[in-house]
């Protein structure tokens, strides 16, 4: 079969070796994949959110079946118009996709569907929001309606720094169009976890939880970046949160966008806070995280590909989702400077012998090396029997993998660790 998976990053890379594990999937392209990827799918140089070019390439290749991994176009209709051409895609249609393209509308789902979350109010006025700063508690988060590459998202820690943010989205329109309305909510308190799901609109099945690691440096100080690394599973979401997540935010969610006409297939994305008062919803994705998928995948058992099919059929609940009782760490390499000012260009090599995965996110050839091109360059992902033996064993395997310039954290784990001993005291 030919396979298609629209997107270039590291995610990308996890989903196309996952794929591989399956003979069925004996071509895969990646649109526009990278230079780090090429020896795991054909890549082809286009955008992920040229839909026009996608859909002509799959045409012109008898594409058998896709993946949209990406937000930007599942949100603007890649699955759409791939199935207008008779090509079966695993991935939410536009008017699903909405859940994550438009923040406003996930807030006001979840108050219609009672779906715990952050109390909230939305504007579209750039003076009213000012104006209700003016009396709201501080701190307070401050979002962009719509996608902002993941950086949409302010927590201010002052009501200055809050009327900032507003400006800054609204009036100087840092993140274009997608700032030209806002969402202000509560600020939450507690672990976070992420939860990413298979659901075919009927029946959802979460896969293992995750932790990401959002600040560039250590003890999550520093800008936020897309993720500098994760570990599964978190040891926060207990058996107990987990059954209430099932009960009172997933299988309610999926019902929820199904009576409003929007069902859902696909991989959707539960971002959660543990709260003093129970979990509750930051944010939903249409999509796998990066670089959550990176962890979560080595540890799924069972085949990705028959998974991905039983989502687009409707056939989930006929289908074993299993994952290994074991602990996955990914660390990510990124040049150094990320999310700021950095440089790029420099050869990237990996050791033989290493014993872990990488997941590269931004390479390019050239000359017949791979070089580094992008803040993230690639993750490190080890798996073991325990979550102390996989952090240990990423950090030990990422010093065989080489680029000058690079940059890790070196913490990433500690804090699930810590809350781990703390319990266990």
């Given at each position: 079969?030919?396979i ?9 890379h ?18 526009p ?29 008898k594409?058998d ?18 199935n ?35 109390t ?7 003076e009213?929001?000012l104006?209700y ?24 820690e ?7 943010a ?25 672990p ?10 009927e ?27 994760t ?36 991989c ?7 709260t ?7 944010e ?13 995948l ?48 420099y ?24 070089l580094?091109?992008g ?8 798996k073991?029997?325990?979550l ?38």
């Open positions: 079969m030919k298609l998976v629209v997107g270039g990053g590291g995610r990308e996890a989903i196309i070796k996952k794929l591989k594990e399956n003979p069925l999937c004996s071509e895969i392209y990646a649109l994949g990278n230079g780090g990827m090429a020896n795991d799918a054909t890549c082809v140089a286009i955008g992920a959110k040229d839909i026009d070019k996608i859909v002509e390439f799959a045409v012109d290749n594409i079946y896709a993946v949209v991994a990406p937000d930007d176009p599942l949100v603007l209709g890649c699955v759409d118009r791939l207008e051409v008779g090509i079966p895609c695993f991935g939410p249609k536009a008017n699903a996709a909405i859940i994550e393209g438009s923040k406003s509308f996930a807030k006001n789902l979840m108050k219609k569907y009672g779906i715990p979350t952050a909230y109010e939305v504007f579209d006025d750039m009213k929001a104006s700063l003016d009396t709201a508690a501080i701190p307070t988060v401050i979002k962009a309606d719509g996608l902002a590459l993941g950086k949409g998202v302010v927590i201010a002052t009501r200055e720094d809050a009327k900032e507003v400006r800054s989205m609204m009036e100087d329109k840092i993140f274009g169009e997608s700032g030209s309305s806002v969402v202000i909510e509560e600020f939450l308190t507690g976070e976890v992420s939860v990413l799901s298979f659901t075919d609109g029946t959802v099945v979460p896969m293992v939880s995750s932790m990401d690691h959002k600040r560039a440096l250590d003890g999550d100080k520093g800008l936020n970046t897309g993720g500098m690394g570990i599964a599973p978190n040891p926060v979401y207990t058996d107990a949160v987990a059954a209430e997540c099932m009960e009172k935010i997933f299988v309610p969610t999926i019902r929820a966008m199904k009576a409003e006409g929007r069902e859902f297939r696909g959707l994305y539960f971002g959660l806070m543990i003093e008062n129970g979990p509750k919803v930051i939903y994705n249409c999509r796998f995280g990066d670089p959550e998928t990176q962890v979560v080595p540890l799924l058992e069972s085949d990705l590909f028959t998974v991905m099919k039983a989502v687009t059929e409707g056939k989930l609940s006929e289908t074993e989702v299993k994952f290994s009782e074991g602990s996955a760490c990914c660390i990510v390499k990124a040049s150094n400077g990320y999310p700021g000012k950095y440089e790029t260009g050869e990237i090599t990996v050791d033989d012998g290493i014993e872990a995965e990488v997941y590269v996110a931004g390479a390019k050839l050239a000359d017949g090396k791979v580094s091109a803040g993230r360059v690639l993750g490190v992902v080890a073991a029997d325990n102390e033996d996989a952090v240990a064993k990423a950090y030990a395997e990422s010093e065989k993998v080489h680029f000058a310039n690079a940059y890790q954290r070196s913490d990433i784990g500690k804090k699930a660790l810590d809350f781990m001993k703390g319990k266990a005291n």
